[in-house]
């Protein structure tokens, strides 16, 4: 094929991408504008909503003659050798390259939420435990190595970070979030798509936008959400990332906010995202979603009505196969109902990013660059490790029952202590693809937690029984539980979750449950536990936080791990065994109660507990709680009483952190706003701010926050983000309720109206103590 001008790698990509346009058929230009997913079955167990119905009659020899946008999950959609998998992906996309007038290859895509979802493939904790950590940088290295495995075996995009923020815990989907405060998921999501794009792959912000709104914690149900709660908790993450982070794709949400389909909103994808943001990247369909604006949503009337809908909107790439995009949208545009210019938008979209990954070059190769393939190497699960065991969360340990004696006698009880997959969250292969091949091994080696502390205390005498499932009903294993406990001294309770899709799990993507109770008869389990006598050790190992206030102080410790990933096993019994100082902290509130009240800790002064209602949602566990095993002291605070900044000024509050106790360990310093009068209700207080310090016994660090009036900002009733002058309190807190000092600040000068521009980011710095 002789070279042209868009092959140029010297020529701008805008040129390149408008000279290949110019050449391009209907057909053609359509052809990148949608994905193929090959090998998905319509049978059985699916690992998208109501993929059953997905259609696969086509031709794949001919469709390919026109090109094609994507291949949708080809690591990802049944266990394959991730070597042989290499070597399909580059046969398929050479079959593609040369059955094209052009040779333009696909953008192969997959899941890559707690690691590459693919047979053999690191399983990282969940996003939920992401967020626990407060540690950004940790979180940048393990997406950089996710990414590095996806490009050695021929991966272009990664479909994560989720950066919903936790409306309501009761949704299936919470394990998949980074938490219930914009701040916290923006920073580390940030850091994540940091990560995952240093190696190369394009990293994917979804689902824009309300997603995690929906009502009443169900899947895809409309989200009622108002313009400030939108503006001011919903979009934030998204913004962060794109601008810090320079994301380069957008998923479009499920749901309608207000009657308006998020598929099918011009507003949203386009005047907001583009024209606002600038954002110049792709935006890409959740699974099947432009054919739910027909089939579920009920705007369209036909596949290209809702076509023409989401092309309007701004989604340029429907995924995970051909539907909407294919033929029906091309008689479309010939019959003038759909304009042909919405196509060349989309697919100049789609052919820049193409040209930005290089698969316009005319030296482009599918091959894989490196002949060996280790998807699960030890660095990898070095990185695995250190970031399970940074997001285990000691909730309580009121009697110093933990850590454990050496030689001490534990009867291990619960449903979740002898279970690998108690380990992983909905999006980890095994989980999400696995438990549909029984006969395949599972690739990785994840050790119980019963294995685990087996390993860590070999002088200790363990026993186990299981005592119940994890959501039957069956109680007929309490006799044996109740007999092993009476004869340890310690007792570890392992309950909590399995992950699941659709039903199938108690946590997950369309596992949404109606309160907030232990599943199944886990919680009369551990009721009977504690009957005996014995010091009970909770070890909850979930994709969601629950009531727990019914064994409030009755337990002798309590242990929180937000599916922990491979190597959460060893890590959660080395903060039992006293190996592993714990330093987790909450990234979602601990409801005392079950019921179904939605909470997150971001309320106004009506949303807290008050003599107007019965009703009392304060927290068992606040957000941003965790303890250790040692002692710190917080001195040295530099604040003014009262000081005036200007409404586009700013204020450095600094302390000292010592650790006062004879072991090292890591503490979490929380920066919270709190505005006393506002000219809209705003939430009590609100995390701006935080740091992540390690510290030897006996050493110290000084902690600045460079705090700046932009951090005020909030949506007025006119629906302009706005910094308003007036009074401020800065408090700086182990969690929303343990404040360890306050400064208040006066903002003076005019009220100033804030753009995109406006500053994001509470920077800090971390120094040696005078």
């Known amino acids: 094929m002789t070279s042209a001008s868009w092959q140029d790698p010297t020529l701008p990509a805008a040129a390149r991408v408008d000279d290949l346009l110019s050449r391009m058929t209907l057909q053609e230009k359509t052809a990148q504008l949608y994905g193929v997913w090959v090998g998905a079955s319509t049978d059985g167990d699916g690992v998208a909503p109501l993929q059953q119905h997905m259609d696969t009659d086509y031709d794949w020899d001919e469709l390919i003659t026109r090109g094609l946008g994507q291949l949708t999950r080809s690591f990802g959609t049944a266990p394959v050798d991730p070597a042989l998998g290499a070597q399909a992906l580059a046969r398929a996309q050479r079959r593609i390259a040369a059955a094209g007038r052009f040779g ?223 033929e029906d949208l091309v008689a479309a545009v010939r019959a003038g109902t759909v304009p042909e210019s919405l196509v060349d938008r989309a697919a100049r979209r789609v052919l820049l990013q193409k040209c930005e990954l290089g698969l316009l070059d005319a030296d482009w190769s599918p091959e894989p660059a490196d002949e060996g393939v280790d998807l699960d190497s030890a660095e990898n699960r070095a990185v695995a490790r250190r970031l399970a065991e940074e997001s285990v969360v000691l909730l309580a340990n009121p009697d110093g029952v933990l850590p454990l004696s050496p030689d001490t006698r534990i009867a291990v009880v619960g449903p979740r202590a002898a279970d690998a997959l108690a380990m992983l969250g909905c999006y980890s292969f095994p989980s999400h693809v696995g438990t549909q091949h029984p006969e395949v091994p599972m690739g ?120 922990p990933g491979e190597e959460g096993g060893p890590a959660v019994a080395g903060v039992l065994s006293g190996r592993v100082n714990p330093s987790g902290r909450l990234p979602v509130s601990v409801p005392r109660g079950t019921g179904g009240q939605p909470w997150t800790y971001l309320q106004p002064p009506l949303g807290l507990a008050g003599e107007v209602s019965s009703l009392d949602p304060t927290p068992l566990y606040p957000f941003g709680h965790g303890r250790s095993y040692t002692t710190f002291a917080w001195d040295s605070f530099e604040g003014n009483d009262v000081t005036e900044i200007g409404t586009d000024g700013s204020y450095d509050v600094s302390l000292t952190v010592r650790n006062t106790g004879d072991r090292a360990g890591s503490e979490v310093v929380q920066l919270y706003l709190h505005d006393p009068v506002a000219a809209v209700t705003r939430p009590d207080v609100r995390l701006v701010g935080y740091q992540r310090i390690d510290l030897a016994a006996g050493g110290s660090a000084r902690v600045t926050f460079r705090f700046h009036a932009d951090l005020s900002a909030f949506t007025d009733r006119s629906g302009r983000r706005v910094v308003e002058p007036g009074a401020l309190e800065l408090r700086l807190a182990a969690s929303t309720t343990d404040v360890r000092h306050t400064t208040r600040l006066t903002l003076t000068g005019p009220l100033r109206e804030l753009g995109h521009d406006r500053r994001l980011r509470c920077e800090t710095e971390v120094s040696a103590a005078g």
């Open 104 to 326: 333009v290859p696909a953008v192969a895509h997959e899941e890559c939420l707690a690691g590459f979802t693919a047979w053999g493939a690191t399983a990282y904790p969940v996003p939920l435990a992401w967020g626990a950590t407060f540690d950004p940088a940790l979180v940048e290295a393990m997406a950089a190595r996710i990414g590095r495995d996806m490009r050695s075996v021929g991966v272009h995009q990664g479909l994560a970070p989720v950066l919903d923020v936790v409306r309501d815990p009761r949704w299936g989907r919470v394990e998949e979030t980074i938490g219930e405060d914009p701040y916290l998921v923006g920073t580390v999501g940030s850091a994540y798509v940091r990560g995952l794009q240093s190696a190369g792959i394009i990293a994917t912000l979804k689902h824009f936008a309300g997603y995690a709104s929906s009502a009443g914690a169900r899947n895809l149900a409309p989200v009622r959400a108002g313009t400030r709660e939108f503006a001011d908790i919903t979009l934030p993450p998204f913004e962060m990332a794109l601008r810090e982070a320079g994301a380069r794709s957008v998923m479009a949400a499920y749901n309608d906010t207000d009657g308006v389909p998020a598929s099918a909103d011009p507003h949203l994808l386009t005047e907001l995202l583009r024209e606002e943001w600038g954002f110049t990247g792709t935006v890409v369909a959740d699974y099947f979603g432009i054919d739910f604006l027909r089939t579920l949503h009920r705007v369209a009337g036909s596949t290209a009505e809702s076509g023409h809908l989401a092309l309007a909107a701004g989604i340029d790439v429907e995924l995970p196969t051909v539907k909407c995009y294919g």
């Open 444 to 563: 990785i080696e994840i050790p119980t937690l019963l294995d685990a502390l087996r390993t860590e205390l070999p002088d200790a005498k363990v026993t186990f029984t299981e005592g119940c499932g994890v959501s039957d009903p069956d109680t007929a294993g309490f006799t044996e539980a109740v007999a092993r406990a009476s004869e340890a001294d310690v007792v570890v309770a392992v309950l909590g979750d399995r992950s699941g899709l659709f039903g199938r799990g108690t946590s997950g993507e369309g596992c949404d449950v109606a309160d907030l109770a232990l599943p199944g008869v886990q919680g009369e389990l551990l009721d009977a536990l504690v009957e005996t006598g014995v010091p009970v050790v909770l070890v909850l190992l979930t994709g969601r936080p629950y009531g727990l206030g019914r064994w409030d102080g009755r337990l002798g410790a309590a242990v929180q791990a937000f599916f």
